[in-house]
């Protein structure tokens, strides 16, 4: 084994057991100033660290293998057919990663909790609604009448919306 192989491995030991576990306890600290000081629920943080923590894992994993010098022509023709099957099997895939994205806004940006009431403005459909829950790809709410509505989250960044009432 040579030097340049021993520095890998101790730069890759160094991302495995000091970068990642930092850069971690980093974006907690942060998402959990953000669910304190909004009053978010509990499962509404959790899932937005489990996001988040998978986004850190695959940088993490991306850098490591620019270090190796892994051949990227044959990782990108493996990653190509990956994101093929992925993106044959959701059929919308930009759909999915915008709704993911737009959670992670919604949860950073808007002072949305469950139990709040929204009016969403919309020409087409302008309703106030009772948010129930908050999700990855989407917000469960209900109306007055009782009918439950699922709103996808990169709608719901796209038009306005009023809280008429927060929850306290």
């Known amino acids: ?3 340049e192989e021993i520095v890998k491995i101790i730069i890759s030991l160094v991302f495995i057991f ?5 850069t971690r306890y980093v974006a907690r ?29 695959f940088l993490i994993f991306i850098l490591l293998v620019g270090l190796w010098g892994v ?33 992670i806004v919604i949860y950073f940006s808007l ?7 929204i009016k969403i403005i919309d020409k087409d459909f302008s309703s106030e609604l009772i948010v129930d829950d908050i999700k990855t790809f989407y917000l469960s709410m209900h109306s007055d009448e009782g009918e439950r509505i699922i709103y996808p989250n990169n709608l719901l960044l796209q038009k306005g919306i009023a809280v008429m009432s927060a929850k306290n």
């Open 1 to 3: 084994m040579g030097r």
């Open 18 to 22: 000091i970068v990642y576990p930092l």
């Open 29 to 57: 600290k942060i998402i959990s100033n953000v669910a304190e000081r909004n009053l978010y629920d509990a499962n509404r943080t959790k899932m937005i660290k489990k996001t988040i923590y998978t986004m850190i894992m």
């Open 71 to 103: 051949d990227t022509k044959n990782l990108i023709v493996a990653l190509s057919s990956v994101f093929a099957v992925i993106g044959v099997a959701f059929f919308a895939q930009w759909s999915i990663l915008s709704n993911i994205t737009a959670g």
């Open 111 to 117: 002072p949305l909790k469950i139990g709040d009431r």
